[in-house]
């Protein structure tokens, strides 16, 4: 495989908005997602920017940024839109999508989601972490996968993304980490569906894929980043990075 890794970003967030910029411990949050991208040390780091603001402060950092139409439906067509242009001929031949929210992000996940994809000949591949706080399975904002596991239980298929409290009855849930690998065909192939109907009605991008007969493959990991949605947030991941 021959990686490359794209990380979408825009000011107009609708919980947080500016939130590529804010500050986190005197770096832009886009830019800590961006050094953790680099140490995972996998392949080429570019930024998807919709806004020339973005696109600075990357630069400024000494990383690579590509500008994107702002009306852009989102993040993945985002990735894209940017791939299409620094890569026309296709030589990197996965791309992994990295959320501009996850500044604490550890670059070995980054590097766990590729795993699934060679031995899977899946499609996509993303990651999973089990629950282990009971209210996070009731939190809509917390998305759950349905995973077929593999004997190892390292490995498995997701069968379905959901904000509700899926499969009924009695075992474990799973935490979906919003990190994927995408095949360049099947990166191809999502931006060109049109939005699915359970995608539309769960408010979840993936089931577009799964939809439409796409592999989805999961590796499970023991831990879950801090995501950056909200000022609480914010807060949190300031004191994180505060700490000495």
């Given at each position: 495989m021959n990686p490359l890794i794209v990380i979408p970003a825009r000011m107009a967030s609708t919980r947080l908005p500016g939130k590529p910029l804010a500050d986190i411990g005197g770096?832009?949050?886009?830019?800590?997602?961006w050094r953790q991208a680099m140490v995972a040390?996998?392949?080429?780091?570019?930024?998807?920017?919709?806004?020339?603001?973005?696109?600075?402060a990357v630069s400024a950092a000494g990383g690579r940024c590509v500008l994107t139409a702002p009306e852009l439906a989102s993040g993945t067509d985002r990735v894209h839109a940017a791939v299409s242009e620094i890569d026309p001929q296709g030589h990197h031949d996965v791309v992994v999508n990295l959320q501009g929210d996850l500044p604490s992000l550890d670059?070995?996940?980054?590097?766990a989601v590729l795993e699934p994809l060679a031995p899977t000949g899946a499609d996509i591949a993303t990651l999973a972490a089990e629950i282990e706080d009971e209210a996070e399975a009731d939190n809509p904002a917390v998305v759950k996968p349905v995973i077929v596991w593999d004997a190892t239980g390292?490995?498995?298929?997701?069968?379905?993304?959901?904000r509700a409290r899926v499969?009924?009855?009695?075992?474990?849930y799973y935490h979906h980490?919003?990190?994927?690998?995408f095949r360049r065909p099947a990166l191809s192939r999502f931006v060109a569906l049109p939005p699915s109907p359970l995608e539309q009605r769960e408010k979840l991008e993936q089931l577009r894929a799964l939809e439409a007969g796409m592999h989805i493959a999961i590796a499970r990991v023991d831990s879950v980043p801090l995501s950056v949605d909200t000022e609480a947030d914010l807060a949190k991941v300031r004191t994180h990075f505060s700490r000495p």
């Open positions: 770096t832009p949050m886009i830019v800590r997602v040390a996998i392949g080429p780091v570019v930024v998807a920017a919709a806004e020339r603001e973005i696109a600075a670059p070995a996940l980054i590097r390292l490995r498995g298929r997701a069968i379905y993304f959901s499969p009924y009855g009695e075992g474990p980490i919003g990190l994927y690998a």
